[in-house]
């Protein structure tokens, strides 16, 4: 069966340090892979999705970027963090070009700038 | 960008009693649809779907129902249960996108 891992689960970090957030797919291939950001009170914020290794999209413009060195990797990072970076960071993976096949999320990350 | 608008940010419902979550979409070009039921510090886990070929689905206690003329859709749970109570997306995608929208989420709270 498929399955997501995110890591880790809660961060808290100070304004201008670097981030790396990462999340593996077991028991697929070839999966599409997206980062959403919660922020808090509001929904769910499309930040990044790829379809192949080194195939990053962007959604938002902002001080964070995405890479999948990997099949089933992909991670998030930033250089220097800011303060409106803090919120609820999920990873997702679905089959590729299926419509319908939703999204299975990860756990999520509760990343804290201070 | 709000292609996925849920407006009610929060309901109350009384245990037993139909919940009816609302959500509405802009754009002509999604055909399927979503619901997701999230827990504080978890991801959301996938609840119920319907494709636009279709104007109502029915999962147990959970039916979505689609009016495309009026680009809404609704989620029903019949009867509801303390356990219910959840944040709830409504999520759209069209057919070849690689990515799926997600509304704001509403706050569906169950009292006993």
Request: proline share 5%; charged share 15%.
């Amino acid at each position: 069966s498929q399955t997501i891992h995110q890591w880790p689960a809660t961060l808290v970090q100070p304004v201008g340090s670097p981030l790396s957030l990462e999340c593996t797919v077991e028991g697929t291939s070839n999966p599409n892979l997206y980062w959403y950001r919660q922020a808090a009170g509001r929904g769910l914020q499309l930040l990044f999705y790829s379809i192949g290794i080194d195939q990053i999209s962007s959604e938002v413009p902002q001080n964070l970027s995405a890479s999948r060195p990997q099949d089933r990797q992909f991670i998030l990072s930033s250089k220097k963090l800011l303060l409106s970076d803090s919120g609820f960071y999920l990873c997702a993976w679905s089959v590729r070009v299926e419509t319908g096949s939703g999204y299975t999320f990860g756990s999520g990350t509760r990343l804290t700038v201070v | 960008d709000q292609q996925v608008k849920q407006n009610s940010p929060s309901l109350s419902v009384q245990e037993g009693r139909i919940s009816i979550l609302n959500c509405d979409y802009t754009n002509s070009m999604f055909d399927y649809f979503l619901w997701y039921k999230k827990y504080p510090a978890e991801g959301p886990t996938f609840l119920i779907s319907i494709s636009s070929i279709k104007d109502k689905n029915e999962d147990g206690r959970f039916t979505v129902f689609l009016n495309k003329s009026a680009k809404h859709l609704s989620l029903h749970i019949v009867p509801s249960q303390p356990g219910d109570s959840a944040v709830y997306f409504c999520a759209a995608s069209a057919y070849n996108n690689n990515d799926m929208r997600f509304g704001a989420g509403t706050r569906l709270t169950v009292k006993p």
